[in-house]
């Protein structure tokens, strides 16, 4: 037995771990301080919120410590299909007799606890899936193969719907990235999930980023798909235009303001004007240019170019992104015709409440805006510990657990995020990296599964918080407050398989 | 397992959703600075701190004006919790009904109200006050507030002082930027004069509030507050027992007294009557009613703004100007018979006194045809060519003396009175058909001739100063006050001083040649005082004579011009004389020995006599 876990202890990603502590750390920090006020009491003081997480994180260690090295390794494999079924049963009894919390019925109140089975249903999906796909003889290719993962997939997603919880539903749009990595063709599905989240950013954050959105898709689309001769070419092109589209509209925003500061001085001392009424065209044409409409001039421009290249190449796949990008902005400037005229009112309303569009009467513009501020305020170091003053004076909604993320932007500026951001991004792809070296089917499928899950709550979490996405109650992993999800990531990051090379 | 390098692919996505969303928060923190405006904005909130509003002193450093505390009661309508109404109405010694009805309405106007608190009560009695002080927590939402409010120990200078009240929008629209509602601000008097010195700066605190509005913390720990800087002290040139001597005499008249300390122009009193109390200036407000539809019209201040006739006082005018232009010279004689005859059975008559006389005989004796005389050659020297040049010689001349214009003095609102020119005439009589004999009233001062209380103090100062006077002013310059530099300048007349000192001894003999004599002001004697004095009998179309009397005392020695001037009533002996002399005697002896003319002039009611719309 000790030399078994002589063996374990050396196997383990230490780096995993230590980011993992890192996460729950700067998280706690955070909860601390989005809740702090002139006469706070201690970070333990376990009259708050940041008392009980502490609570939670040693709870947590432990846990992990346990399954790391304790519990054999080989007994999930086992226990996954009961374990799934257990779940699925929690999930549907908690509609019944749960209280309604914000309009979604899927906590369990255990007197001082409440516990949320769509967190553990996480760990029950994955386990299931990575079992079943690493099965001998299960092909993806196989309709019969696809229609069992796909269904593992949507039942518990329909059931979380069901319990009005619809941002833990969309998680499980990440464990397309599993099959995919399987071997799953992902146009079809790509396609479908290029309209519909195109109506719905069109709606929520605006035809400008949807379209930046689209960009960044079909650069990602191209890439993981396409015959690319020159990857890194091809991948810096790609994020160059998604990045210089991203800060396009700041930046004509602060050329304007430049310009409208300037304009006399432009006027007459620059360029004195020989025949008058000339100069002061030239530059009032700036503040009248809309972002979209260079994104349009530009896009114009370089779409032939590529056609002719993916016909000269016989380049399929670009062709297709082309086209799909065509398509996508034809669907974005309809959208909002099609929602008007083609929906009646109760589907209508029945997607606002869904997009969060019609969530309280102050607004969903009010979180989502109060939340830019908070971090917008933060500029590049932050305000320092504690000197935030939008999140800890209630202007953010959900300051501690959903829209933790603000205390990171206000009190640590962009540095904080960009730490947080590429601590995440670190742990996404130390695990898939992780994963690809393990020698067994399920390890690997199970580590895509848990990346998958991790990813798709820092983009849905993250990109609510700066207005990104529609408000979508998800927490941040490891940095929200609350049990459920702590424990639940915890066991997700730990299960031996994730963090074991 | 081979894929394709699909999990290469994976990590790119990963890396460009990754920049996605730091380039959302890049230009959120870095390139945006709308955010930080917004945050600021949310956040903090600002709590002015009043400054405590400048106090106005007297000559002697006796507060005329200064500052006390008024309790009110603010009610913070969405913080009202359900609350034992008769205990409320009990403490506040209000009747419940009162205070149902007021947060009734507050909840009608919730909205607009929000979270702001509204005053209940205005100027609660102290010991009301701690009352409530003691048994507030149990009333959430009430709560007390103290504020500063004007404070007149002194009954002095009412009109002088004015008054302070809260601004409105016109007056916010006048000083952009200066005011914000609930502000207050000096409206008429010293306090709108000198409303720059006295106000003081605005400080705030700085607070950090929630969302539910708040109060949370200071912001920073307090380093961003901003101190109230409190307003300005102003000195006056003000006497205050005088001033308050000459409210006392000026009761039951209407009429003014200004006196003025000819050695620099600073005014002493200043007296409007009738005029306003100062316990209604502390809350004028209440008193606005009264005060507007009183037909004596209390807020009128007649020392700068009333345009009186001097009367005979004027004639000093004319005596000296006749002496610079050298058609006069003080032993010329000229005999008056009861009168001056001009025309055909024209008379500008005169009284019973010694002809024919000099100079300063018919100073002393106020002899209306000497002015004729002296008039008729001011006019009618040939060295003019029309009767018109030598008016509006005249004119000039006069002016000169301050009348006719405003004199520049730091009280506001003062009025010019006003002196004829050719072109007064040839409007009413045209050109080339009037002559000195048209004109023969101004002589004596009556007919298009009109000045306020102060243009005749300010003449009385320049014959005591002998032929300069200094602006009258009412600001004393003191620490951190300056007065304009034009207030230190002597200010000459047209006419040689060298010509003054005869009219002064006329002046002296009017008041000092004891009785029997003829002397017109024997009653303004007042032992080894040498007062010099000259009165004045004006028409008043509306009624009887107005009393009018200038008079400076010492003669060598200066300390005090005084003019006084009773609407009807009657000869300048009778009302106005007295009553400067007793100013004089009070201000140089500080106890008036003449009890019995003191309280003669003071129980006088000539209310009766004045008409009024």
């Known amino acids: 037995m000790t030399e078994q876990h002589a063996h374990k202890r050396q196997s383990i990603d230490w780096a995993v771990i230590v980011t993992y502590l890192l996460l729950v750390l700067i998280g706690w920090i955070n909860i601390y301080a989005s809740i702090h006020s002139a006469d706070s009491p201690s970070i333990f003081d376990l009259g708050t919120r940041s008392g009980k997480q502490f609570v939670w994180i040693l709870t947590s260690l432990g846990l992990a410590g346990a399954i790391l090295f304790l519990l054999p390794s080989r007994l999930w494999e086992s226990i996954c299909i009961p374990f799934y079924i257990l779940v699925l049963f929690l999930l549907m009894v908690v509609i019944f007799v749960s209280n309604d919390v914000k309009g979604s019925h899927s906590w369990f109140d255990l007197g001082p606890v409440r516990f949320q089975p769509a967190e553990i249903s996480k760990i029950a999906t994955s386990l299931l899936l990575a079992f079943v796909m690493s099965m001998q003889n299960f092909r993806l290719s196989k309709l019969k193969d696809l229609a069992i993962a796909a269904a593992i997939i949507i039942l518990p997603m329909l059931i979380i719907v069901a319990e009005s919880e619809t941002g833990s539903a969309l998680v499980y749009l990440g464990f397309v990235f599993v099959l995919y990595r399987e071997g799953f063709s992902g146009w079809w599905l790509g396609l479908f999930g290029l309209v519909v989240a195109l109506f719905i950013s069109t709606l929520t954050i605006g035809i400008y980023w949807s379209i930046v959105g689209l960009i960044a898709a079909m650069v990602l689309f191209y890439v993981l798909t396409g015959n690319v001769s020159h990857p890194w070419r091809t991948v810096f092109l790609g994020m160059g235009s998604v990045a210089f589209a991203a800060l396009l509209p700041a930046a004509l925003d602060e050329a304007c303001a430049l310009i409208e500061g300037h304009i006399d001085y432009l006027n007459h001392r620059i360029w004195v004007p020989q025949e008058g009424e000339s100069a002061r065209y030239f530059w009032s044409f700036l503040p009248k240019l809309k972002p979209i409409y260079v994104v349009l001039a530009l896009s114009t421009g370089a779409l032939p170019i590529l056609l002719y290249k993916a016909y000269r190449k016989k380049d399929l796949t670009l062709a297709i992104a082309v086209g799909a990008f065509l398509i996508g902005i034809l669907l974005s400037f309809s959208t909002d015709y099609i929602f008007d005229n083609v929906l009646q009112p109760h589907q209508q309303s029945r997607i606002e409440v869904l997009l969060g569009m019609k969530e309280d009467p102050s607004g969903v513009g009010y979180n989502v805006n109060q939340s830019k501020i908070a971090i917008g305020s933060g500029g590049l170091l932050g305000k320092g510990f504690l000197q935030g003053t939008q999140t800890t004076f209630g202007f953010v909604p959900e300051q501690t657990t959903d829209f933790i993320f603000c205390t990171v932007g206000e009190e640590w500026g962009f540095v904080g995020c960009l730490v947080v951001i590429a601590l995440y991004v670190f742990l996404i792809a130390r695990i898939l990296i992780d994963a690809e070296s393990c020698r067994g089917n399920f390890t690997r499928i199970y580590g895509y599964c848990v990346a998958a899950c991790i990813f798709m709550h820092l983009f849905i979490n993250v990109g609510m918080t700066v207005g990104l996405m529609p408000v979508i109650g998800i927490p941040l992993p490891l940095l929200s407050y609350g049990g459920s999800s702590l424990w639940a990531f915890t066991i997700l990051i730990h299960f031996p398989i994730p963090v074991q090379k | ?613």
């Open chain 2, 1 to 613: 397992m081979n894929d394709d390098g699909r999990h290469i692919r994976l990590l790119i996505g990963l890396g460009v959703v990754t920049l996605l969303l730091l380039g959302r928060i890049f230009s959120l923190q870095i390139l945006s600075s709308s955010y930080k405006e917004d945050a600021d904005r949310n956040a903090t909130i600002y709590e002015t701190i009043y400054p405590t509003r400048g106090a106005i002193y007297d000559r002697n450093g006796t507060i005329l004006v200064g500052n006390k505390v008024a309790y009110d009661i603010l009610v913070t309508p969405r913080e009202v919790k359900p609350f034992d109404t008769l205990a409320l109405a009990t403490v506040l010694d209000v009747d419940p009904g009162f205070i149902k009805s007021r947060l009734e309405e507050y909840n009608k106007r919730r909205r607009s109200i929000g979270y702001q608190a509204v005053t209940m009560i205005r100027n609660l009695p102290a010991e009301t006050y701690m009352r409530f002080d003691e048994v507030k927590y149990r009333f959430p939402g009430f709560r007390g507030q103290v504020r500063g409010i004007r404070d007149y120990p002194v009954n002095a200078g009412g009109n002088l002082l004015g008054y302070v009240s809260e601004v409105n929008q016109a007056y916010m629209d006048a000083h952009p930027g200066e005011y914000k509602s609930g502000d207050y601000a000096g409206m008429t008097g010293i306090e709108a004069a000198r409303e720059k010195d006295l106000r003081g700066e605005k400080g705030y605190h700085i607070y950090l509030r929630n969302s539910l509005n708040q109060i949370e913390q200071p912001y920073k720990d307090g380093v961003m507050d901003k101190e109230a800087v409190p307003g300005q002290d102003i000195v006056t040139t003000i006497d205050a027992s005088l001033q308050q001597y000459g409210q006392e005499l000026m009761q039951g008249k209407v009429g003014s007294l200004v006196a003025i300390e000819p050695a620099t122009g600073e005014i002493l009193a200043l007296v409007s009557a009738p005029g306003i109390d100062v316990s209604m200036l502390a809350d004028i407000g209440k008193h606005w009613n009264e005060i507007s539809s009183d037909p004596y019209k209390p807020m009128y201040n007649r020392a700068v703004q009333a345009s009186y006739p001097p009367g005979s006082v004027f004639k000093l005018v004319n005596g000296l100007i006749g002496l610079e232009e050298g058609v006069l010279r003080p032993e010329m004689m000229y005999s008056c018979n009861y009168g001056y005859h001009f025309g055909a059975g024209h008379k500008l008559g005169c009284h019973g006194h010694k002809s024919p006389l000099n100079m300063e005989e018919s100073i002393m004796m106020s002899c209306n045809a000497y002015y004729c005389y002296v008039l008729k050659n001011i006019l009618d020297n040939r060295k003019y060519a029309s009767v018109a040049d030598g008016l509006d010689a005249w004119h000039e001349y006069v002016e000169s003396f301050g009348f006719g214009r405003k004199l520049g003095s730091d009280f506001p609102a003062e009025l010019s009175g006003s002196i004829p020119t050719s072109k007064t005439y040839n409007r009413s009589y045209g050109k080339g058909r009037w002559n000195s004999t048209t004109v023969i009233s101004l002589s004596i001062g009556q007919g298009e001739i009109l000045a306020t209380p102060m243009h005749l103090a300010n003449l009385c100062a320049t014959i005591a100063n002998r032929g300069y006077y200094y602006i009258p002013h009412i600001i004393k310059a003191s620490e951190g006050v300056e007065i304009e530099p034009q207030f230190y300048e002597k200010q000459y007349t047209m006419v040689d001083t060298l010509h003054f000192p005869k009219v002064v001894k006329g002046m002296w003999r009017a008041v000092n040649s004891g009785p029997g004599m003829g002397g017109t002001a024997w009653i303004a004697h007042v032992d080894s005082l040498d007062i010099c004095g000259k009165t004045g009998t004006a028409q008043n179309p509306r009624g009887a004579d107005n009393s009018v009397f200038i008079c400076f005392a010492p003669m060598d020695d200066p300390q005090i011009a005084v003019a006084c001037y009773v609407e009807n009533g009657g000869f300048g002996a009778t009302y106005a004389a007295p009553m400067a002399s007793l100013m004089v005697e009070k201000y140089l002896k500080g106890k008036v020995k003449r009890t019995d003319l003191e309280k003669r002039m003071k129980e006088a009611n000539l209310m009766s006599r004045v008409k009024h719309d």
